[in-house]
């Protein structure tokens, strides 16, 4: 189920300055404060440096305003680069409220950096640092998929197949024929957000997840129980191929039609649709 959504709701669920949540995001681990840190100083002395040599042909205003903005990068830099990751979504020209459900839930684990390491014999050794993720898929009646690969917490325990599930996908098309971008997912059942950037604003886009619900209480249930492949959950086996990965099947008459980052995806929808959204649902019985 899709429903379009107009300029001004789009841009007020993804915001062109940075949210508490995205700043935090771009915040980091103290690492990250050290490099921010690092490159305001080595900014402060650089223009120390520009004063000296080329003393009385700049003015000192300008020093001064160019100073104190490279020296506070430290505090405003997750700013700069949250708006930018925004912007990177609010370029598209159309928006669409989607609803589906829970399709597929896997572990894997992926490598997010190595560090070498000389052990007590003088031999080098690489060390890998990996990380558990979830899997998960969600889809709805006409066959079209999405996949959203985030860092593992115990409360995605609570997800489960068939659970509903809701976004925002974004399209250069009116129509919304082909999608482009999907945003973070919310699984109203559990009122939980499966996200590893926070794209949208959540209070928003509950607000208007409620709204569409009374506007069209009569609506289909998004995704038909006789249409769904028979699916478990699954962790990472320690035989796999490949590492830290699974593959997953898929039923023969569901095509593949999902796609990450910039690449499009082909939909079938309706010129208009209604939502509706299933409460109460039992909690996953499986421990991760």
């Known amino acids: ?18 949210t508490g949540g995205q700043y935090a995001y771009f915040w980091g681990k103290p690492r990250d404060l050290l490099k921010r840190v690092l490159i305001s100083v080595v900014g402060i002395f650089a223009i120390v440096f520009v004063r000296v040599l080329l003393f009385g042909v700049i003015p000192d205003g300008i020093l001064l305003f160019v100073g104190l903005s490279v020296g506070l990068y430290w505090i405003w830099g997750p700013i700069l680069w949250a708006s930018l ?42 060390v890998e640092n990996r990380e558990r993720c979830l899997n998960i898929e969600v889809g709805d009646e006409t066959g079209f998929t999405a996949q959203l690969r985030v860092p593992l917490k115990r409360y995605h325990r609570a997800i489960d197949l068939g659970d509903v599930a809701e976004m925002v996908v974004l399209s250069n098309r009116g129509d919304l024929g082909r999608i482009a971008q999907t945003s973070d997912i919310y699984i109203p059942d559990h009122n939980l957000w499966v996200s590893d950037y926070p794209y949208l604003q959540q209070d928003a886009f509950i607000d208007v997840s409620r709204r569409l ?76």
């Open 85 to 126: 990751r925004n912007m990177e979504y609010r370029r598209f020209g159309y928006a669409g409220f989607w609803q589906g459900r829970v399709t597929d839930i896997f572990l894997t684990e992926e490598l997010i950096g190595t560090e070498e390491n000389v052990n007590n014999r003088g031999e080098l050794v690489v």
């Open 213 to 288: 619900s009374t506007q069209y209480p009569d609506a289909a249930d998004p995704v038909e129980a006789e249409a769904q492949p028979t699916r478990r959950k699954r962790t990472p086996k320690s035989g796999s191929s490949q590492e830290g990965s699974l593959v997953r099947s898929r039923s023969n008459d569901a095509p593949d039609t999902r796609k990450r980052n910039s690449q499009e995806v082909e939909s079938d929808y309706p010129a208009a649709a209604s939502p509706r959204r299933r409460r109460s649902r039992r909690p996953a019985n499986e421990d991760w």
């Open 1 to 18: 189920m899709l429903i379009p959504l107009t300029r001004k709701i789009f841009e007020s669920l993804i915001p062109l300055v940075a």
